[in-house]
Structures are given as structure tokens and as C-alpha cells.
């Protein structure tokens, strides 16, 4: 189950049956739905135009398979023209190895999940960050694929950026502030203080 080789690290096994030795009557995996299969289609749609979060399903070779609306409209591509493109695509270059191997380990455990935050890159360059988390579903005969929950987490990272920033400063404007300052709560009982606050009572900051 291999992203279309070229170099790049890959899902373990080339996205082909392993036959085990002495077994002549493994099978072959069935294929994932192609986008000309409207049930398909009309199941997944089902569920992915009545949620919030972006839904998208990729095969054991790493290509996508659906997007929701929502997706659709991260992405900033039609479901005609994301369908059979390489999941890679959409991720961040500078963080495509990580992200790579932590799909690897989805694909290697059936009805396996896990969470992730990744940066996404879209195909007109806009860098954005989502929360995802991807289950293994490649043998449910219903999905075939591995399915990706994601919620858009931009605005929120770098509102905690900005806050962090924020608070930096003022720690900052607080401990090298040459004014004693000090903090209290509602009851008047000393939270912190700055050097100057200690200097002017003869304390340490501990005390």
C-alpha cells in the first residue's frame, strides 16, 4: 500500500497482495470505487454534506478518493478534479516525510486511528493547518479506503501564537519594570512580584 512511488517514503507494501506461501486461493483486494460509482458516491455524500469537519477518503495507493464540500472548499478544488491526484500533494513539502510515515502507520494496522496536525498546501499555495484523524477502513468492503476527519485549526494556532507573544512581553515589562509591581488576588494575598518590588521590602521573590 504505496503512495505512486518516486523516491518518496511510501506506504509499506506497494499497495499489492501479499500472497502467503503455500495459499493459491488469497483473493485479490477488491478495488476502491472509481468517481463513476454514483451509489458510492451517494453514501458517501450522505455523510459528508451533513458535517462540519472536511471528510476525505484516500486508497491504499495514497490517492484520493472523495472530499466533501467542505474539502472541496479548503482545498480550493472541484471533486472532479481532486479525485486520482496523490494525497501528497496537498501536504506541506518541508513537512512531508513526518507526515508520510505517520500515515504509514494507519495503513499497516487494520481499523487502526490516529490524530495528527499537519500543515496543508493547496494547489493555489495557500498554507493552512488542520487537525486530522485518519482511520483505516481499507477492508471495510463499504469504504475501502482510508478515511481523514479534519478540522481547520489556523485562526486558532496563531490566535495562541499571538496570546503567547502577548504574555511574553508583559512578563517581560513586569520583571524588568523598574517600579515595584506586584500581583494579588481578590483576597490581597501576593501571587508575584518583580525585583523592584523585592528590593524595596527586603525580601526575595520566594518570600
Known amino acids: 500500500m504505496s503512495l505512486p512511488s518516486d523516491g518518496d517514503p511510501s506506504f509499506?507494501?506497494?499497495?499489492?497482495?501479499?500472497?502467503?506461501?503455500?495459499?493459491?486461493?488469497?483473493?485479490?483486494?477488491?478495488?476502491?470505487?472509481?468517481?463513476?460509482?454514483?451509489?458510492?458516491?451517494?453514501m458517501l455524500d450522505a455523510i459528508g454534506q451533513n458535517t462540519t469537519d472536511l471528510i476525505a477518503i484516500i486508497d491504499s495507493e495514497g490517492l484520493v478518493v472523495y472530499g466533501n464540500p467542505i474539502?472541496?472548499?479548503?482545498?480550493?478544488?472541484?471533486?472532479?478534479?481532486?479525485?486520482?491526484?496523490?494525497?501528497?500533494?496537498?501536504?506541506?513539502?518541508?513537512?512531508?516525510?513526518?507526515?508520510?510515515?505517520?500515515?504509514?502507520?494507519?495503513?499497516?494496522?487494520?481499523?487502526?486511528?490516529?490524530?495528527?496536525?499537519?500543515?496543508?498546501?493547496?494547489?493555489?499555495?495557500?498554507?493552512?493547518?488542520?487537525?486530522?484523524?485518519?482511520?483505516?477502513?481499507?477492508?471495510?468492503?463499504?469504504?475501502?479506503?482510508?478515511?481523514?476527519?479534519?478540522?481547520?485549526?489556523?485562526e486558532r494556532n496563531e490566535y495562541v501564537v499571538r496570546l503567547q507573544a502577548l504574555e511574553e512581553r508583559f512578563r517581560v515589562a513586569f520583571e524588568e519594570n523598574m517600579a515595584p509591581m506586584s500581583f494579588t488576588d481578590v483576597n490581597d494575598r501576593i501571587l508575584d512580584v518583580n525585583d523592584a518590588f523585592c528590593a524595596m521590602v527586603g525580601f526575595t521573590r520566594e518570600e
Open 12 to 42: 509499506p507494501d506497494g499497495g499489492t497482495a501479499r500472497p502467503v506461501a503455500g495459499d493459491t486461493e488469497t483473493p485479490p483486494p477488491t478495488p476502491p470505487p472509481s468517481i463513476e460509482d454514483a451509489e458510492y458516491f451517494s
Open 71 to 154: 474539502a472541496q472548499k479548503f482545498f480550493g478544488v472541484t471533486i472532479e478534479e481532486a479525485v486520482g491526484t496523490r494525497a501528497r500533494l496537498y501536504l506541506h513539502p518541508d513537512d512531508l516525510e513526518q507526515n508520510l510515515k505517520f500515515f504509514a502507520e494507519v495503513v499497516q494496522t487494520a481499523g487502526s486511528s490516529a490524530r495528527q496536525e499537519i500543515r496543508t498546501l493547496s494547489p493555489s499555495g495557500e498554507v493552512r493547518q488542520l487537525e486530522v484523524v485518519c482511520t483505516n477502513l481499507l477492508d471495510d468492503p463499504s469504504i475501502h479506503g482510508i478515511i481523514i476527519n479534519g478540522k481547520d485549526v489556523t
